[in-house]
């Protein structure tokens, strides 16, 4: 049977058609890769956090998505000026969902604010506003652009196994992972950024800045599916 795969998404003011309202969204590439590496998407909104466990006990694995900055306060930190957008929702439901996963050695992949999420649930802190540290902007060149970044992985993690030594990636963050308890950062941009970690031991763990999903070649995303499918030994 195909793994039923979880993808977290938006919720926000949205149109189309004659509707113009709150609606539950995510980018369609996001579900296309999931169905072309062998997997059946099923789209998780925000709801209330009790309802975590039993969303995960159905799922095979879970993706968390990109999208807005996470609440500073997560992480104790006074909000940068460039920090917006937050949702409370969203950082509750997800978190809520990274705690069942765990429990149930549910394989995850996060992505971009995935990422981000992840190591704050950790214990982990984020720079706010990643050009101020790195002095441009490559890594979010503004509106809806990706920006182009150049990737080294680290030799014998499990990402270096489904991406190689080096790869090209699509990026759209402003804020990127400062630390990262439990984690083992594995692959980074030439500027320094942390693009990559994943946790240590058996189960698949693994977060990127960047977004798979964009790219002709979705190994990460066949990654998880493969651990996530019945009769894995992960």
């Known amino acids: 049977m195909s793994p039923l795969i979880g993808l977290t998404t938006y919720r926000e003011q949205a149109a189309w058609g004659v509707w113009d309202q ?15 590496c062998g997997g059946v998407p099923v789209l998780l909104p925000p709801q209330p956090a009790e309802g975590a466990a039993a969303v995960v006990a159905r799922l095979d694995g879970l993706v968390v998505s990109g999208g807005a900055d996470v609440d500073p306060g ?16 969203r950082d509750a439901w997800e978190t809520a969902l ?11 992949l996060g992505v971009c604010r995935g990422m981000q999420l992840m190591a704050v649930r950790s214990g982990g802190t984020l720079d706010q506003h990643t050009p ?9 060149p503004g509106g809806d652009a990706f920006g182009t970044v150049a990737v080294r992985t680290e030799p014998g993690s499990r ?3 489904l991406v190689g030594e080096a790869v090209t990636v699509n990026c759209h963050h ?25 946790a240590e031991g058996d189960r698949f763990c693994v977060a990127v800045q ?6 002709a ?14 009769g894995s030994p992960e």
């Open 22 to 36: 709150r609606a539950d969204l995510l980018p369609a590439q996001y579900a296309e890769a999931v169905v072309a």
């Open 217 to 230: 070649d979705v190994g990460l995303l066949a990654g998880l599916v493969a651990a996530a499918a019945p």
């Open 98 to 108: 990274l705690d069942a996963a765990e429990a149930a050695g549910l394989p995850v």
């Open 159 to 161: 990402l270096a196994g």
């Open 174 to 198: 402003h804020q990127s992972v400062a630390t990262h308890p439990g984690f083992r950062a594995v692959a980074r941009a030439a500027d320094g950024t942390l693009e990559a970690m994943e």
């Open 132 to 140: 101020d540290l790195v002095g441009h902007d490559d890594h979010s």
């Open 74 to 89: 997560r992480y104790g930190a006074t909000p940068h000026p460039r920090t917006a957008g937050w949702r409370a929702d």
């Open 210 to 215: 960047w977004h798979p999903e964009t790219a």
